[in-house]
């Protein structure tokens, strides 16, 4: 398991608890630092990133672990294994063929891609993807 950048980035979530839970408590409490973390990238961004700065990285991982089956979650994730594969394809996930398994070479592997929905992906998106499971699921 990997993911496309290394470092965590705040979600909207946890920048709430942390402006209304931590940054008072900061304040009251000699020697904690206000928190400095990086606002949550939007998915272009990610993928940016992980083309500019990540690819050697996450090239040796999959080169190392060899694997027959490789699942990206989330379009970021699948656009950066799309260009990683030279597909043709921009990796954008589409109702039409979701789940469907991709041949593709990473890494100088041949392997099976399944390109699926992050987990925190918008409902319709959700949907989709237990209407695969409950259909399908994974099959090869």
């Known amino acids: 398991m990997t993911d496309c950048l290394t470092t965590y980035r705040l979600s909207t979530g946890a920048a709430a608890r942390l402006n209304d839970t931590y940054e008072p408590m900061a304040k009251k409490t000699s020697g904690l630092r206000n928190a400095d973390l990086k606002p949550h990238p939007g998915e272009a961004q990610i993928v940016r990133e992980a083309l500019e700065s990540q690819r050697e990285r996450l090239n040796r991982q999959i080169?190392?672990?060899?694997?027959?089956?490789?699942?990206?979650?989330?379009?970021?994730?699948?656009?950066?294994?799309?260009?990683?594969?030279?597909?043709?394809?921009?990796?954008?996930?589409?109702?039409?063929?979701?789940?469907?398994?991709?041949?593709?070479?990473?890494?100088?592997?041949?392997?099976?891609?399944?390109?699926?929905?992050?987990?925190?992906?918008?409902?319709?998106?959700?949907?989709?993807?237990?209407?695969?499971?409950?259909?399908?699921?994974f099959t090869f």
């Open 63 to 137: 080169a190392a672990a060899r694997p027959r089956v490789i699942v990206t979650l989330g379009n970021a994730a699948s656009r950066v294994i799309a260009s990683f594969a030279g597909a043709a394809v921009s990796g954008k996930l589409t109702q039409d063929g979701y789940g469907r398994p991709s041949i593709v070479t990473l890494a100088g592997i041949e392997l099976s891609w399944i390109a699926l929905v992050h987990p925190a992906t918008p409902t319709v998106w959700q949907r989709r993807h237990q209407a695969w499971l409950s259909g399908q699921g």
